[in-house]
């Protein structure tokens, strides 16, 4: 491989030359520098991939529980030892804050969790008089985002492979360098060829081509909400199974009766987790009237703990982001608050003090924001939060749920029971009360942020088939 070129997809247990052409260029995110290129697949490719995936099928998906788990096991042990080398791939070409070791170590923690998973899942049931057999899908095709590469493709890999199904894997091609880094580890697990294939393309090229493919039973796409869509409509035509993990709006509730200092600490973490390049970023904090003018005191001084800047400073919490087009997009949302009539009470547009270069945003707090202006309502994916007052629960519940999304919530209060309720109240795939957090449960989207959940034996079912056998 040339220098700083990524010239190699994984295809049948083997990097292989794309037979597509097209370069495109990989950016240093904190300097905005080209930092290598990327030869991208295309739909030749793709066919070599799917064509692995179903030579891969019968042997592998005839597999017992304990060859999976080894598997898997093999596949933990080699993303950890490699997690350095993937983390400085995240660091140069995602300006992922070194700070967020969590990043990597969650690529880790995806085999851990689907090892746990496999072991306490049972295959067959019997219901009544019928046995219930859980049979692997087929070759599953994945989707991925750009925003925790390692992550996605780690966790499709660990639950397709639980499940019997081999898999392509389009990742984004944004990532090529976390991509190549993980691939790199994956392959030194030693699994059988085929069982998995990392096509790096672009999406209306390689992902369509995915998506489409007659000999791809069941798409998971992580991503935006309008691709989603399409991602829909194109696997329609062959009926496959699909799973959708999209965009989110998600509220955090602070109730009157929370602590304001951990409650708002809680809020901006939520809002800027992952340089707010996630699809859970608690984005709207829903505070009560009574307490709005304490609540912005308190967030206003917290804006510190928040630090924006070089991504390999410990002390940073904040990293660029990913693109120009992304930095763009995000000033655009800025300039949006304030025509409709938003008040910023911390930071705005335009780059932070002394950081010239790369795609650096100010973290920017809005007040008198109404749930009807766009920056409530549309997911903006930076680090742009929204103060929304409500006048009692049920307003706090009302305002919440009024969006097309229902990804993530967050509710923070000094009585549980009191949190719970409301949380049982809000159309959310997963309430978070008061910080609290559990790996295996499912995660995916009510409404517009998608279908079918990931994650433990909720992810592990999406790739299964049940066929019912009647005596
Ligand atoms: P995106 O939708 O632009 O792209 C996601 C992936 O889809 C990429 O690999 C892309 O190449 C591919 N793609 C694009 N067009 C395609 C097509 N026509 N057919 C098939 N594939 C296609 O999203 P992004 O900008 O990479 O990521 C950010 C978005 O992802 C945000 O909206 C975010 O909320 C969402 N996201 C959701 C979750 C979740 O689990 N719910 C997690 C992370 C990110």
């Given at each position: 491989?040339?220098?700083n070129?990524?010239?190699k997809i994984?295809?049948?247990?083997?990097f292989?030359?794309?037979?597509?052409?097209?370069?495109?260029?990989?950016f240093?995110?904190a300097?905005?520098k080209?930092?290598?290129q990327?030869?991208?697949?295309?739909?030749?490719?793709?066919?070599?991939?799917v064509a692995?995936?179903?030579?891969?099928l019968?042997?592998?998906?005839?597999?017992?529980?304990e060859?999976?788990?080894?598997?898997l096991?093999r596949?933990?042990?080699?993303?950890?030892?490699?997690t350095?080398?993937?983390?400085?791939?995240?660091?140069?070409?995602?300006?992922g804050?070194?700070?967020?070791?969590?990043?990597?170590?969650?690529?880790?923690?995806a085999?851990?969790?689907?090892?746990?998973?496999?072991?306490g899942?049972?295959?067959?049931?019997q219901?009544?008089?019928a046995?219930?057999?859980?049979?692997p899908?087929g070759?599953?095709g994945?989707i991925?985002?750009?925003?925790?590469?390692p992550?996605f493709?780690?966790?499709?890999?660990?639950?397709?492979?639980?499940?019997?199904?081999?898999v392509v894997?389009?990742?984004?091609e944004?990532?090529?360098?976390?991509?190549?880094?993980?691939?790199?580890?994956?392959?030194?697990?030693?699994?059988?060829?085929?069982?998995?294939?990392i096509?790096?393309?672009?999406g209306?090229?390689?992902?369509?081509?995915?998506?489409r493919h007659p000999?791809?039973?069941?798409i998971?796409?992580?991503?935006?909400?309008?691709?989603?869509?399409?991602?829909l409509?194109d696997?329609?035509?062959?009926?496959?199974?699909v799973?959708l993990?999209?965009?989110?709006?998600?509220?955090?509730?602070?109730?009157?009766?929370?602590?304001?200092d951990?409650?708002?600490?809680g809020?901006?973490?939520?809002?800027?987790?992952?340089?707010?390049?996630a699809?859970?970023?608690g984005?709207?904090?829903?505070?009560?009237?009574?307490?709005?003018?304490?609540?912005?005191?308190?967030?206003?001084?917290?804006?510190?703990?928040?630090p924006?800047?070089?991504?390999?400073d410990?002390?940073?919490?904040?990293?660029p982001?990913?693109?120009e087009?992304?930095?763009e997009?995000v000033?655009?949302?800025?300039?949006?608050g304030?025509e409709?009539?938003?008040?910023?009470?911390a930071?705005?547009?335009g780059?932070?003090?002394?950081?010239?270069?790369?795609?650096?945003?100010?973290p920017t707090?809005f007040?008198?924001?109404?749930?009807?202006?766009?920056i409530?309502r549309?997911?903006?994916?930076?680090?742009?939060?929204?103060?929304?007052?409500?006048r009692?629960?049920?307003?706090?519940?009302?305002i919440?749920?009024?969006?097309?999304?229902?990804?993530h919530?967050?509710?923070?209060?000094?009585?549980?029971?009191r949190?719970?309720?409301i949380?049982?109240?809000l159309?959310?795939?997963?309430?978070?009360?008061?910080g609290?957090?559990?790996?295996?449960?499912?995660f995916?989207?009510?409404?517009?942020?998608?279908?079918?959940?990931?994650?433990?034996?909720f992810?592990?079912?999406e790739?299964?088939?049940?066929?019912?056998v009647?005596?």
């Amino acid at each position: 491989m040339q220098e700083n070129v990524i010239n190699k997809i994984y295809i049948d247990g083997e990097f292989v030359t794309p037979h597509g052409t097209e370069l495109a260029d990989l950016f240093n995110p904190a300097t905005g520098k080209v930092i290598g290129q990327v030869q991208l697949a295309d739909e030749v490719d793709t066919d070599a991939a799917v064509a692995a995936a179903k030579r891969a099928l019968p042997a592998w998906s005839a597999t017992s529980k304990e060859e999976r788990l080894d598997a898997l096991r093999r596949l933990q042990a080699a993303v950890a030892a490699r997690t350095s080398e993937i983390q400085e791939a995240v660091l140069l070409e995602y300006g992922g804050p070194v700070r967020n070791a969590w990043m990597v170590g969650s690529a880790v923690g995806a085999f851990a969790d689907m090892i746990t998973t496999l072991e306490g899942f049972d295959f067959t049931r019997q219901i009544g008089n019928a046995t219930v057999e859980l049979e692997p899908v087929g070759v599953a095709g994945v989707i991925t985002p750009w925003n925790s590469d390692p992550f996605f493709i780690s966790n499709n890999v660990a639950t397709a492979l639980a499940a019997g199904c081999t898999v392509v894997i389009k990742p984004s091609e944004m990532s090529a360098m976390q991509t190549y880094a993980l691939t790199r580890a994956l392959h030194e697990a030693g699994l059988p060829r085929g069982v998995f294939n990392i096509v790096t393309g672009l999406g209306n090229v390689v992902g369509s081509a995915i998506t489409r493919h007659p000999d791809i039973s069941k798409i998971t796409f992580t991503g935006s909400t309008p691709v989603g869509k399409v991602i829909l409509r194109d696997a329609a035509e062959t009926l496959k199974r699909v799973t959708l993990e999209l965009g989110g709006k998600s509220p955090s509730i602070i109730l009157d009766d929370a602590d304001l200092d951990q409650a708002v600490t809680g809020a901006l973490m939520a809002g800027f987790a992952n340089s707010s390049q996630a699809c859970v970023a608690g984005t709207r904090i829903l505070v009560p009237e009574s307490r709005l003018d304490e609540i912005i005191a308190v967030a206003t001084a917290k804006m510190a703990d928040f630090p924006v800047g070089d991504p390999s400073d410990p002390a940073t919490a904040i990293g660029p982001m990913v693109s120009e087009r992304q930095w763009e997009r995000v000033q655009g949302y800025i300039r949006r608050g304030v025509e409709e009539g938003a008040r910023i009470v911390a930071g705005g547009p335009g780059r932070p003090e002394g950081l010239a270069d790369g795609y650096f945003v100010r973290p920017t707090l809005f007040a008198d924001v109404t749930n009807d202006m766009t920056i409530a309502r549309e997911e903006i994916f930076g680090p742009v939060l929204s103060i929304l007052t409500y006048r009692d629960e049920d307003h706090a519940v009302e305002i919440a749920n009024d969006t097309d999304y229902g990804l993530h919530a967050y509710v923070f209060s000094s009585d549980p029971t009191r949190a719970h309720r409301i949380a049982s109240r809000l159309q959310a795939g997963r309430v978070a009360i008061n910080g609290g957090f559990e790996s295996l449960s499912p995660f995916g989207g009510f409404k517009q942020s998608g279908i079918g959940r990931e994650y433990g034996t909720f992810g592990l079912e999406e790739f299964l088939e049940a066929r019912s056998v009647m005596v």
